[in-house]
T-cell receptor, first 116, second 113 residues
Framework: DGGITQSPKYLFRKEGQNVTLSCEQN?????MYWYRQDPGQGLRLIYY???????QKGDIAEGYSVSREKKESFPLTVTSAQKNPTAFYLC???????????????FGPGTRLLVL | AQSVTQPDIHITVSEGASLELRCNYS??????LFWYVQSPGQGLQLLLK??????LVQGIKGFEAEFKRSQSSFNLRKPSVHWSDAAEYFC???????????FGAGTTVTVRA
């Protein structure tokens, strides 16, 4: 089955520690996204990537980093600079067929990050 | 800048009753509009989308939405809700020349027996 997988489902971070969230898709989509979800705030865009080896900051990129070395993978690192990392993190991907950039985004199951 | 407002934070509806969730957007040109549903602890599932054409859009699970340009709205409706419709619903808007979507804060739907 085609889809988006995120791992782990739950992640615990200690103070001063960097942690990496995994996102893999087998939909052959060009674009991938990371969102942060907090209660009552909807989804906020952290980073997005339109193509391999290229990515752009979203609305709340501070304290986060990404890489896009392969089309199917878009890992997110939550660095120690992110002072309030507790949230639900969602990865998404979209086709990008060249006719429109606002293609439908498909989401993974999410990773919940908690601070110890 | 584009934005989305979902005026209702929480709605409670009886099973079998109709449901309408409101979504108002702010965007200069014709927007691309989406409704997603999220069950607790899960990712988002696309219910329906509007890109162009017929302003009444049919989606999965018996949902529909109507795009009204004059009111800058894209309200979601279902004639008869089922207990499994209890979830959080998000409206999103995006321009055609940008990969970025803006999401509303969400509406939580509770279904009572």
């Amino acid at each position: 089955d085609g889809g988006i997988t995120q791992s782990p489902k739950y992640l615990f971070r200690k103070e001063g520690q960097n942690v990496t969230l995994s996102c893999e898709q087998n939909l052959n989509h060009d674009a991938m996204y990371w969102y942060r979800q907090d209660p009552g705030q909807g989804l906020r865009l952290i980073y997005y990537s339109q193509i391999v080896n290229d990515f752009q900051k979203g609305d709340i990129a501070e304290g986060y980093s990404v890489s896009r070395e392969k089309k199917e993978s878009f890992p997110l690192t939550v660095t120690s600079a992110q002072k309030n990392p507790t949230a639900f993190y969602l990865c998404a991907s979209s086709q990008g067929d060249g006719l429109s950039r606002a293609e439908t985004q498909y989401f993974g199951p999410g990773t919940r990050l908690l601070v110890l | 800048a584009q934005s989305v407002t979902q005026p209702d934070i929480h709605i409670t509806v009886s099973e079998g009753a109709s449901l309408e969730l409101r979504c108002n957007y702010s965007y200069g040109a014709t927007p691309y509009l989406f409704w997603y549903v999220q069950s607790p602890g899960q990712g988002l599932q696309l219910l329906l989308k509007y890109f162009s054409g017929d302003t009444l859009v049919q989606g999965i699970k018996g949902f529909e939405a109507e795009f009204k340009r004059s009111q800058s709205s894209f309200n979601l409706r279902k004639p008869s809700v089922h207990w499994s419709d209890a979830a959080e619903y998000f409206c999103a808007v995006g321009p055609s020349n940008d990969y970025k979507l803006s999401f509303g804060a969400g509406t939580t739907v509770t279904v009572r027996a």
